[in-house]
């Protein structure tokens, strides 16, 4: 279903009250949006041809920063969502200036196109930080909150990470690597939602990401250029009191080409509590619960078959509510 008059194109350096209303109208739907006016486009064309470049290079250069159970950093092509594998292969970085980057960071081998791989990576985190810094600002905008809230319910950049997404057509996983291998989804990246603030997302034009309406049906999400997709994730949910939707979304599997994707995923602060925030919340429907264990449950869903379900925000719903 073509979306395109449900998801709103919001001019960041120019947002207007009817902007902000389309914004509102949208996050309470399906949780989507599009920003322009950003001013990155040369920043984004040399990251998509770095992103390209690693995707194509050997096989032995990727698995050499293989991620594991230890650490959830670098390449991996067998993630697991709703207990289904993706059709993708990944390769995930934090802050590079952040503390815990010389321990989980890790980057490949620079050769031929790879080149400044590292170095620009780093330039694309800087400015998509201060990009999430602004948008959350305009959500917050959207939801009339003070000065005060918006300091406290925030992210944090440093606890946040960039992904570089691969959808091949076909299994991401060699014929003689996938014994043992939990089944392909029926869909590229399994239905589900990102569990921290809010998530910018670079689109190519192949198409495939489908977002989840509020009254169930799937809408396309497709590619329109010089714009950053924008989907509102688990806190925000949480933050607004379910004012806010965290973007149900899926990707469809490639059947006539590949399609690469960039996600940077804005979080809360390591420390956070994750509650819905007074103003908005005369009676609460989340009891709090803590960021890093919510993170880390997520992590191992991720990581490994656990035989239940994804753990989520429902969890933590009051029975009440």
Known sequence: MDASHLVPT???????DEMLAALDLACRDHGFFLLSGHGLDD??????????AFFEAPRDCKVAVMR????????YDRELTKRKRDSKEVFDFVDPVAERSAVHNRWPVEVGATV???????EFFDAFSKLAERTTALVHAALGLG??????????RTNSS???????????????????????GETALGYHTDPGVLTLLLQDGTGGLQAQAADGTWVDIAPLPDTIVVNLADAMQVWSNDRYRAAVHRVVSM??????????FLNPQPDALIQPIAALAPTPRYRPFTWRSY???????????????DTQITDYRLVDA
């Open 10 to 16: 919001i001019d960041i350096a120019h947002p207007d």
């Open 43 to 52: 920043l984004i064309a040399a990251t998509w041809d770095r992103a390209r």
């Open 68 to 75: 594991d159970a230890d650490n959830p950093l670098g390449y």
């Open 116 to 122: 400044g791989f590292q170095r620009g990576m780093a």
């Open 147 to 156: 000065a005060d809230d918006v300091a406290e319910f925030r992210g944090d």
């Open 162 to 184: 960039v992904r570089l997404n691969h959808y091949p057509v076909g299994d991401p996983v060699p014929v003689d690597e996938r014994d043992g291998l939990r089944e392909l």
């Open 255 to 264: 059947t006539a080409t590949d399609r690469l994707s960039i996600p940077y």
């Open 295 to 309: 993170m880390q449950a997520r992590t191992d869903d991720n990581y490994l078959d656990l035989g239940a379900d």
